[in-house]
């Protein structure tokens, strides 16, 4: 063999032993274990049942199903705790598991192992209204906090499309269409209870803290933030809340181009607008909407907009977007200003992943998630755009452009390997143009399974190597949800 060829292949290699699995697992879940873990919740919380692992075992994206061994139903922290100690003594895996809303295959079990559903832990600890926060156990959904908000005159803005449990948003980073305005959780988590894999309990922030800042030591809260249950089990979260706006207006805006799109974004962010919501949806994925939701939006490049404020500054608010958006060639203005106007025009936007899914029945979706600094975005979703063209691809795209975040959504038969070698190859493509101008691989859907092999590229051998050393130290055994992130 030429000396080039061993040279590449010893490169190949050794990225590969980069990515391999920290550890591995000694041991799956025997019957010994089993019984441990059903002595500690009771018989009713705990299967081995092939259809619940199956259901477990995967969440909504492509991703293959991998079943764990068992699924748990804690009821409180003190049974997470007692049931990770008996998973490290027998050095069996950890997955946490919130509502499986995930699109990055973060609960499919690599390794098999235990499942910590933990949907029955549903209470909302601590409402501090005047502190403008409140602590929610894992089983508490964005939806289910809002509702119970209602009368509180606050709410919780971070809304990604699904009902997905808050600490499961905390475990994956997520952001939603509010994020350009209120930040996404990084920004919104002061404190996280935390269940690590001996079974030991921190406090990210310290027991009982729940201050807007903090300059006491490392970051632990933001360590967990986004650590996709590989570090531990988050058992409550501390959140920042905000007070209801008291008025609002929403928009859908049609625009000749995404680039005109990309561009008039950017204008608005600079004009100072304090945009409470701005989403593109391309002129596929507004045809897909249409004909999921039975809409008549007109069929091209998007703005969805929204604006928070009093009803003075939402009037000011108005003129100064409309006077940027006419300069980029928008048209006509569609207002939803009742509240029930508006919860459909935004159930459209928060469905564009079904919608498009819808377009081609029987077939899975790849999901792409690129970040770039937004100045660059206007670039990155023309060439994405040029580029679906050119590979014969339909895949329409949805973002969060406030954010400089975008998704295309790529629909394929398991059965077409040419077609799934396209996809892969643009996929690839639209990620490295992403990272070559500063981006990131993930805005908010994280890394799971589907975004590992991108690490290395976007943070550095040093940055993964510290991140592994991270997660050494807190889990010396490398059980916590293996096969993810690093
Ligand atoms: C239609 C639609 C639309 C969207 C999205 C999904 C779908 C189906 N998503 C993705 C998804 O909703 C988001 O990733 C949620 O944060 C996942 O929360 P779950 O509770 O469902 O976590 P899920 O159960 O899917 O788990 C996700 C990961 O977090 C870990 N985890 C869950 N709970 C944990 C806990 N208590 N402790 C430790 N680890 C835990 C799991 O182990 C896994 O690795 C999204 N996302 C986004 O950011 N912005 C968006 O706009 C959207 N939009
Ligand atoms: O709706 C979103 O913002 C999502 O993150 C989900 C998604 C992913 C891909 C295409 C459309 C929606
Ligand atoms: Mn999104």
Redesign the pocket.
Known sequence: MALWSILKVRVRASLRNFQRPLTTIASRVDERVRVRLGEVVGSGNVSSSLAVREQHGR???FHACKPPDVVVWPENTAQVRQLARICYDHSVPM?????????????VAEEGGVC?D?SRMTDIVDLHEEDLDVTVQ?GV?RVALNTHLRHTGLWFP????????????????????H?TRYG??RENVANLE?VLADGRLLHTAGEGRHTRKTSAGYNLTNL?VG?????????S?TLRLFPQPEAVASAVCPMPSVTAAGECTLQLLRSGVPLARIELLDDVMMDACNRYKGLDYAVQPTLFLEFHGTPASVQEQIRTAEEVLSGYGAGQLRWALAASERARLWEAR?????AARALRPGSVGYVT?VCVPISKLPEVITTTKEDLIQSRLTGPIAG?VGDGNF?CILAFSEHGEQERQRITEFCHRLVTRALAVGGTCT????V?VGKRGYLLDEVGETGLEVMRQLKRALDPKGLM?PG??V
């Open positions: 969440d909504e994206s997955v946490p598991y919130g509502t499986g809303t995930g699109i990055e295959g973060g609960v910590f933990l894992p959904t971070v809304d990604p499309g699904a009902d997905a449990s808050l600490c499961g948003m905390a475990a994956t980073s997520a952001s939603g269409t994020t996404s959780m935390v967990f650590s996709e249950g590989t570090l531990g089990i988050i058992t979260a928060h469905q564009a992943y079904y998630d969060h998704h805005g908010e859907h994280g799971g949800n993810k992130v």
